[in-house]
């Protein structure tokens, strides 16, 4: 066990996952730098007094610039890295313009991997660190009506499986966490990138994205098993707190019995159950 207060960079911090690890880890004492997307989020994550960062994953220039006051506050120490901004983009994917898939990739991989990379030369200097995707059940168990979503998942966790093999040898551990349903903002992120993207143009699916709007703009939780935020700190503090954490840790029933469903069914069982429980966009 690890309990020294250590240097925590996070993003994603405007609400939901992220706000709930940036708050709960600096009350354990640790120095968190906050980073959001919103300048009127900083201010609010500031006015808690956090440290908060402004940076746009999906802009090459703002995160450098965010980079660059990041290595100021923390005197260009960062012992863990919290890889947590990403959205989706609903709909089909024959529905999804270049456009819209480009945009995804922009935040969820190409941004977060560019942040990455800046992140790993400090923790080759300091000796070691860890760093630490948040992945989803669909990562590895795709489902309808979430192509975008699921591409960009599944491409972060073959960047991190191959970083994990490629930072061993320099003390720097790598790990992803798998969350299911968590209560957060996200669907109402997710419909607005619905209505900006797919909602009003020509479709075959135009009956099931009819149910699916229901579903985004559903109050409370629209899936079973829901957890609330703190599932995936617990499972953040376990990494933080460890020397030796584990390559994955599954959070939220949903996960754990699609990993092993994964492993033991064939190909043909395994998607009758995701269509059955993606509900052709209900769920």
Known sequence: ??????????????????????????????????????????????????????????????????????????????????????FAIPG????????????????????????????????????????????????FAAMAYRGAYNASKFAIEGLADTLRLELKPANIHVSLI??????????ANAYEQYQRWIKDRPSAHRQNYQAMEARLEKEGDAAPFTLGPEAVTDALVKIIDHRQPRARYRVTFPTKLFAVLKRLLPTFWLDRILLKAGGNGRR
């Open 178 to 187: 798998e969350p299911g349903p968590i209560r957060s903002r996200f669907r």
């Open 92 to 139: 089909a994917v024959e529905d999804l313009s270049r456009d819209a898939l480009g945009f995804q990739f922009d935040t969820n991989v190409f941004g977060t991997q560019e942040l990455t990379n800046l992140v790993i030369p400090l923790m080759r200097q300091q000796g070691g660190g860890k760093i630490v995707y948040n992945s989803s059940v669909l990562g």
């Open 1 to 86: 066990m690890n309990a020294r207060t250590q240097t925590i960079l996070i993003t994603g911090c405007s609400s939901g996952i992220g706000y709930h690890a940036a708050t709960s880890l600096a009350q354990k004492g640790h120095k968190v730098i906050a980073v959001c997307r919103r300048y009127q989020d900083v201010q609010h994550l500031e006015a808690q007094g956090l440290r908060s960062v402004l940076m746009d994953l999906s802009s090459t220039v703002s995160i450098h610039n965010g980079f660059a006051k990041i290595r100021a506050i923390s005197q260009g120490r960062i012992d863990v890295l919290f890889n947590n901004a990403a």
